[in-house]
């Protein structure tokens, strides 16, 4: 049993006068809003280039959760987003998700969308729509079914509900969207409550209030291949969002949006680090890559389940493993190498085994799966073991932020790993 230990020059000839040229009015002005249009595009470039500058002015307005874990904006990171359906009193649940892999060295984010219908083993719970994880326990638990069932690491989860998204696209005074197609649907659900509000949303270009937008982002039912034209909506509606931010008739809606947002959205990842997601995202130089779980590519088909549920299963025990690598695998955890031994702190048999097999599928070196000096760790522990050599710092920053736990640094005597991961009471499921 590994334990952990206490902390430890010419002359010139005059050049002949000039009469001097009148600027008319409007050429002054112009020149003025130019300039100041060059002096915050040159502070907007100077401040993405440099996370940490952003990062504090961003403070001002958005101060970080107490408890929440920073991002230094070089790390690579995946942050998946969930929009949450919850039309009367029961507990919300995954409508649509999205995983993003930020990767800020090679200006590149890979996003995946997942289907919620998808069937998945859910820790603690068993199989099930990989909607209901969220439900039920929150987005601990429906960032750990994501890592767990599919491979995907979760350094931070955003969630917003249909109320949060009206709000916000509220605030920033509507969008303008080009509708690739004519959406009629007579079955479309309500808001609040079972009934039915039908909808009509003609192709072309339009004006979108919030509820009209919401409207727009989950209508599917109006065509056969219904996820995926739900998806290519929702990119319309992402470039709309886009276009609107960088408007500078937005710019003075930035209070109201920024209170919106800090009203509406839930997420693990402090308040002050979203403008450099934004940022890392309307970088000319990134590169945006969008995938999908979907039938229309094949890797998955409809399905029953024994109680049943109409739901997706993989097409083969491959596709998805294979697309999830691609994205998500990360060279620099490869590169360092670190062992990583998993330490059960609770009462819960076979914690360990389940982690250590997940953190493993994850891309994580683990070395050994036992048991910690005591079972009663309320909160888990991420400790670097001074008393091995190598530099495992990245690993152990992805690893503090996938587990949601604190970053130590002790020496560890006869704990030959590099990186102790301890796992407490506040682990998803206990």
């Not at 590994?2 to 050049?15: G, R, V």
């Not at 039920?136 to 994501?146: D, E, F, S, V, W």
């Not at 982690?355 to 888990?380: C, H, K, M, P, R």
Request: proline content about 8%; some cysteine.
């Amino acid at each position: 049993m590994a334990t952990k230990a206490a902390s430890p020059p010419s002359e010139l000839l005059p050049l002949p006068t000039l009469p001097r040229p009148r600027r008319s009015r409007r050429r002054s002005l112009f020149l003025v809003g130019g300039g100041f249009v060059v002096t915050c595009l040159l502070t907007a470039l100077i401040l993405i280039a440099s996370p940490p500058v952003l990062e504090g002015m961003s403070a001002m307005v958005l101060p970080p959760q107490p408890g929440a874990i920073a991002w230094n904006g070089h790390d690579r990171i995946t942050v998946v987003a969930e929009g949450l359906t919850q039309r009367t009193t029961e507990p919300a649940r995954t409508d649509t998700l999205l995983v993003m892999n930020i990767d800020p060295a090679d200006h590149r984010i890979d996003m995946l969308s997942v289907p919620r219908d998808l069937w998945v083993n859910i820790p603690g719970y068993g199989y099930g729509k990989l909607a209901i994880a969220y439900e039920i326990g929150g987005p601990k638990l429906a960032a750990y079914t994501l890592e767990s069932a599919l491979g995907i690491p979760v350094d931070y989860s955003m969630a917003l509900t249909f109320r949060g998204f009206i709000k916000i696209v509220n605030a920033m005074g509507g969008v303008t969207v080009d509708v690739p197609h004519e959406l009629k649907d007579p079955l479309y659900p309500c808001l609040v409550g079972t009934a039915y509000c039908p909808i009509d949303i003609k192709a072309g270009v339009q004006h979108m209030n919030g509820r009209r937008a919401l409207e727009f982002v989950r209508e599917r039912h109006a065509f056969a291949q219904q996820d995926l034209a739900r998806v290519q909506d929702q990119q319309a509606f992402s470039i709309a969002v886009k276009h609107q931010l960088l408007s500078p008739s937005t710019w003075p809606r930035l209070p109201g949006i920024i209170s919106a947002v800090r009203n509406s959205l839930m997420t693990n990842m402090p308040l002050n680090d979203l403008p450099e997601v934004g940022a890392q995202m309307a970088l000319p130089l990134t590169t945006v890559n969008h995938d999908y779980i979907n039938m229309n590519n094949g890797m998955v088909k409809p399905s029953w389940s024994s109680d049943g549920q109409s739901i997706l299963v993989p097409t083969s025990p491959t596709v998805i493993p294979n697309l999830v690598h691609r994205l998500f695998s990360d060279p620099q955890i490869a590169q360092e190498h670190a062992s990583v031994a998993v330490l059960n702190g609770t009462d819960t048999v076979g914690l360990a085994s389940d982690v250590g097999s997940t953190l493993s599928n994850l891309g994580f070196n683990i070395t050994l799966e036992g048991n910690a000096d005591n079972f009663n760790y309320q909160q888990g522990e991420v400790i670097v073991n001074t008393a091995a050599s190598g530099n495992v710092d990245y690993t152990a920053r992805r690893l503090q932020r996938i587990m949601g736990d604190t970053l130590v640094h002790e020496q560890l005597p006869g704990q030959k790993a590099q990186i102790v991961v301890i796992l407490g009471r506040n682990f998803p499921g206990i």
